[in-house]
């Protein structure tokens, strides 16, 4: 029901654009998020929107350098990442859930993660 895209390898200070489509918009569906998970550490919290209202929410670690925006006549969620460094990479998976969270517990629903690599 997610399907993630546009990971790959860029150099520090580059830029990248992820995307998350998803296939049907449920009352159980209403927080797209983005979440991380570095080799050797747990699943981090980066980045949040609502369907609605279009709230985000960020990572302290991201803020000023990521940016979630959403599309709703396509049913997709983007995160841009700009001012990429080495510690930004990561697996990066897009979840769904029905409120606002920070932790992996709130989203019941992921994609399939993509690779971000960012070169020294």
């Known amino acids: 029901q997610l399907q993630a895209s546009g990971g790959g390898l860029v150099q520090s200070g580059g830029s990248l654009r992820l995307s998350c489509a998803i296939a049907?918009?449920?009352?159980?569906?209403?927080?797209m998020a983005w979440f991380r998970r570095a080799p050797g550490k747990e699943r981090e919290f980066v980045a949040s929107i609502t369907w609605r209202n279009g709230n985000k929410y960020y990572a302290d670690s991201v803020k000023g350098r990521f940016t979630i925006s959403r599309v709703a006549a396509e049913n997709t969620v983007y995160l841009q990442m700009s001012g990429l460094k080495p510690e930004d990479t990561a697996v990066y998976f897009c979840?769904?859930?029905?409120?606002?969270?920070?932790?992996?517990?709130?989203?019941?629903?992921w994609g399939q993660g993509t690779q971000v690599t960012v070169s020294s």
């Open positions: 049907r918009l449920t009352t159980r569906t209403n927080v």
């Open positions: 979840g769904t859930g029905p409120v606002p969270g920070t932790t992996p517990e709130a989203f019941d629903l």
